[in-house]
């Protein structure tokens, strides 16, 4: 089980980009993060992953403190960030370095097979597609089993219709070990298709605002108005958490809401 | 259904490339041989010229005259043991001058500090034109091989300080976080991120520095020397034999370029991941 205690970050610069988040997430649910730009999200993230430690308050994986990278914690970033001088099969294997060879061989081909790019192993980062670095990425985090992945927008670089396709893929692949998965995006549906619980986030210092629980059975259809219901609530929280952005009237706070228009 | 998809990707796969690659290999033969027209041409045209009695060759002795100074210094040994000594001279400066570098240059590109307290005093130093340094070298090394090396050296120390420390200072940080996220030792760290990722850089450094390297082993050679294929300039000039010094310089050209080859061919297998459109 993942803790978060009052978990704050001020950064070198005297920004308090989160002001004390507290949270419980269980072995193997999806949390999805969403919230206005620059209200914290990836901060957040980038505390619980031990890469930009909280200044203030715990992370417990399992009541273990995080405070640096863990082995139990996997990483997927807004950018595949292959490594381009591994081939494919390298990148994947990049987390296994003190692994046997064979074992390293065997568990590398059974990933790639699993995000659908087994033929692709010796290829060079620099001849896939967009979305096929960012499978051989997710592959890679997934590689050396963690029971946390982390996940900041990572398909937000994508087109819609490769997006829904990784959704998938990415369902499936957790479906395998059932890691737990916490999921900062921008786009609603894509928080309401995989999470079993939505976490909107409110800025200046980032706090969570609402939580939804989304309790639809998997697979989730888009068009359907249960679906449809969850995605109200959820875009109800988001604007309230906006107008709450608003409140400061230091014109800083408009500029974040005009930003959020786009949903 | 996957099998069959399979065999004809597979076969697919096979024919195609073969093609191109065959057309490819003619290509890469043939582009060479285009850099050799304007050359091959005029040293043509030259020998005609005095063949023809047009001019006397003299001073410009035609190719004829260059290729057979060239066969009597071989056989005499002289071109051999000048060119070895030559030779000697640039890898003992190089390999010093790279050596300081790499570790100066990488110092300085991963610690701040440490960039604060040397770079300033290096600038300073690179302002200074090497070759004036050659008569405090030899007031402080003499006349014989110390000083010749250690002007080697300093040439070959700029562009690759230069090029190790920007390129450690432009590693990729993202890269680097994803080592960090894979929980690297700090030797992981460097063996699996760093090293790869200033490699096409250093490359790059190495081969300006050699390019220096030559260059200052001809202008310490030419300063004095009692052998090297700086010494076959002045010795021809000397004895007012322009064939000899065409052929220390065609010898400075041909061990130069093979020089700077063989860093390209040894570096080529560690940086098929560039992207080709650098390597053509
Ligand atoms: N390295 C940093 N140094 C100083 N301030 C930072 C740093 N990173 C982020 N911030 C600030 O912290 C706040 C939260 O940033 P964060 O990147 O977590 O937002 P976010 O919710 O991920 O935004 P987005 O949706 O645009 O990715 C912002 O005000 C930002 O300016
Ligand atoms: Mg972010």
Redesign the pocket.
């Known amino acids: 089980m993942l803790v978060l205690d009052r978990v704050s970050k001020t950064?070198?610069?005297g920004?308090h980009?989160l002001g004390g988040v507290s949270v419980e997430v269980d072995l193997g649910e999806i949390v999805a993060v969403i919230?206005g730009?620059?209200?914290?999200?990836?901060?957040?993230l980038r505390a619980v992953s031990g890469l930009d430690p909280a200044s203030e308050g715990t992370v417990l994986l399992d009541g273990e403190r995080i405070t640096a990278p863990h082995e139990k914690i996997g990483i997927i970033f807004q950018e595949p960030r292959l490594l381009p001088w591994l081939k494919v099969a390298g990148n994947v294997g990049f987390g296994l370095g003190d692994r046997p060879r064979q074992e390293r061989a065997v568990r590398v081909a059974t990933a790639l097979e699993r995000v659908g790019l087994a033929d692709k192993a010796t290829m060079w980062p620099r001849e896939l597609s967009g979305g096929q670095a960012q499978r051989v990425a997710i592959a890679r985090a997934l590689v050396p089993r963690p029971q946390l992945l982390l996940l900041d927008?990572p398909f937000s670089a994508l087109d819609a219709f490769t997006r829904t396709d990784l959704q998938d893929h990415l369902l499936n692949l957790w479906a395998d070990a059932k890691p737990t998965l916490i999921l900062?995006t921008?786009d609603v549906d894509e928080a309401i298709v995989l999470a079993d619980r939505v976490m909107v986030m409110c800025p200046r210092p980032?706090r969570i605002f609402d939580a939804i629980a989304v309790d639809l059975p998997r697979p989730r259809d888009r068009q359907s108005a249960a679906f449809d219901f969850v995605k109200r609530r959820v875009l109800a929280a988001l604007d309230r958490s906006l107008s709450r952005a608003v409140q400061p009237a230091d014109g800083e706070g408009k500029a974040s809401a005009g930003a959020a228009l786009w949903w | 259904m996957s099998l069959v998809t399979m065999t004809i990707a597979a076969e697919e796969r096979g024919a195609v490339p073969a093609e191109r690659a065959a057309s490819r290999k003619w290509a890469r033969l043939a582009r060479p041989v285009l850099g050799l027209v304007l050359p091959v041409m005029l040293a043509v045209a030259w020998e005609f010229v005095v063949r023809m009695g047009w001019a006397s060759g003299r001073l410009a002795p035609p190719p004829s005259v260059i290729f057979q100074e060239f066969v009597d210094l071989a056989r005499s040994g002289d071109l051999q043991r000048n060119t070895l000594v030559t030779l000697g001279r640039v890898a003992a400066g190089f390999g010093c001058g790279v050596a300081v570098a790499t570790i100066v240059g990488a110092a300085a590109g991963y610690s701040p500090l440490i960039r604060r307290l040397l770079d300033p005093s290096l600038q300073a130093l690179r302002a200074i034109p090497s070759i004036a340094w050659v008569p405090l070298f030899v007031l402080w090394l003499g006349i014989f091989e110390a000083s010749k090396i250690t002007l080697i050296a300093v040439g070959v120390f700029f562009p690759v300080y230069l090029g190790v420390m920007g390129a450690i200072q432009s590693v990729d940080r993202k890269l680097v976080e994803v080592g960090r996220a894979f929980r690297l030792s700090d030797v992981q760290m460097v063996r699996r991120i760093l090293l790869p990722a200033v490699l096409p850089a250093y490359v790059i450094a190495l081969r300006s520095g050699l390019g220096l390297g030559w260059m200052f082993v001809a202008a310490a050679e030419l300063l004095g020397a009692s052998e090297g294929l700086g010494y076959l300039l002045l010795d021809g000039q000397e004895l007012g034999k322009p064939a000899e010094i065409v052929a220390a310089i065609v010898a400075f050209a041909v061990v130069g370029k093979a020089t700077d080859w063989l860093i390209a061919l040894a570096a080529a297998p560690f940086l098929r991941w560039e992207d080709v459109v650098r390597q053509e």
Do not use: M, R, W
């Open positions: 950064y070198p610069n920004v980009a919230g730009s620059g209200c914290g999200k990836s901060t957040l927008e900062v921008h980032g």
